[in-house]
């Protein structure tokens, strides 16, 4: 009974270390983002047509930095909400050029809500979860396996004009967690 208690308790201690060893290679940070940024062209209204945005502002691992990508509708959930993504990537570029490509609504798709305001205009509210990609990523972002954050965005006034909206500015600030190779 003795040996096979010992023999049972062997296997147990060899798959903890089995299962244990993948987690002992990455290291996870936590990660906090905020800035403001434009839609300088607005954003179209038509489902899969993107639109350029831009930002600066400051995150941990990145410290001061900016931003650039593009933004686009995937489909209508009612008629002042939308599902939204990336299109495809988003980058984010530290002072001294290490870059942080992300997407956005691609794992799960991020929700804008449209808020209309007494003058005919609308502010929106955007939600997504932004993900890490690796194979884009470079200088101290070139260990990054993976993580996420999720980020907030809310919009200045704009107004709608046929299949775009007028330019904008907007504010974001995130929260959650980016995932190292050991060794960063």
Known sequence: MSRRLLGNALIVVTI?????QGQADAQVKPFKIAGAGIAPSGLSVIPGVSAPHYSIGVA????????AGFFQ??????????????????VFTAANGDKLACTYGVSS???????PNSDGSFSA???????????????RFAKVTGGGFLMYAQS?????????????FYTWEGEGTIEYSQGQ
């Open 60 to 67: 941990t691992e990145l410290g001061n930095h900016t931003g």
């Open 109 to 115: 798709p991020g929700l804008v809500t449209l808020t």
């Open 16 to 20: 903890t270390l089995a299962l244990s």
């Open 125 to 139: 509210t955007f939600i997504a979860e932004f993900n890490p990609v690796p194979s884009l990523s470079t200088g």
């Open 156 to 168: 200045s006034p704009f107004f709608l004009i046929g299949t775009v909206s007028t330019p904008f």
């Open 73 to 90: 509708i995937l489909d209508y959930t009612s008629p002042l909400t939308a599902h939204f993504s990336s299109a495809p990537y988003y």
